[in-house]
């Protein structure tokens, strides 16, 4: 009994954290502030190369890391613009897919690659113009827990284009 009601809880902070991640910086609370109790980020420390390639899915073909992490577009960033919005909570929730080359490797994925720089200051990568990030709640490679959360983030093709939405 006491398992389920740490596992509900533990659900419901999820939801919450994530919450803060559907709406622009004005209207979602805890949007842009830099203290969160949110789940731990996935370990992007081996990527930092950010060697993006593709694997197979339940979704289809999609673009992954070299370390088979799922990567995800955020609706509310714009199309080839040179920062991201997902920033504080969302950033915390959301980490930003970043190498140390102003060129990332890629193998399979046909979109065009570029780089911003992200929130903190690092080299963020994107595809087809869409910042690139990761998502906490993916504990193992080929993970798509993020797909579609609030109807603002994606799973994409090797083209660029978002699956689903």
Do not use: H
Request: charge should be negative; proline fraction near 4%; hydrophobic fraction near 35%.
């Amino acid at each position: 009994m006491k398992l389920r009601i740490a596992t509900g809880f533990a659900v419901v902070g999820l939801v919450v954290a994530l919450a803060g991640c559907s709406a622009p910086a004005a209207e979602a609370p805890g949007y842009g502030s830099d203290t969160s109790t949110a789940t731990e980020s996935p370990d992007t420390s081996d990527s930092s190369e950010a060697l993006l390639t593709t694997a197979d899915s339940d979704l289809g073909e999609i673009v992954v890391d070299g370390e088979g992490m799922t990567v995800y577009m955020f609706d509310n960033d714009t199309q080839g613009a040179d920062a991201s919005s997902c920033e504080g909570e969302c950033a915390t929730n959301w980490p930003a897919v970043t190498t140390e080359s102003d060129a990332p490797e890629v193998e399979g994925v046909t979109g065009e690659i570029g780089t911003i720089t992200g929130v903190d200051g690092s080299t963020q990568v994107t595809l087809n113009g869409w910042p690139l990030y990761y998502f906490a709640g993916d504990s193992a490679s080929g993970d798509t827990n993020g797909q579609g959360v609030n109807d603002v983030w994606w799973v994409l093709t090797p083209a660029g284009e978002k699956i689903g939405g």
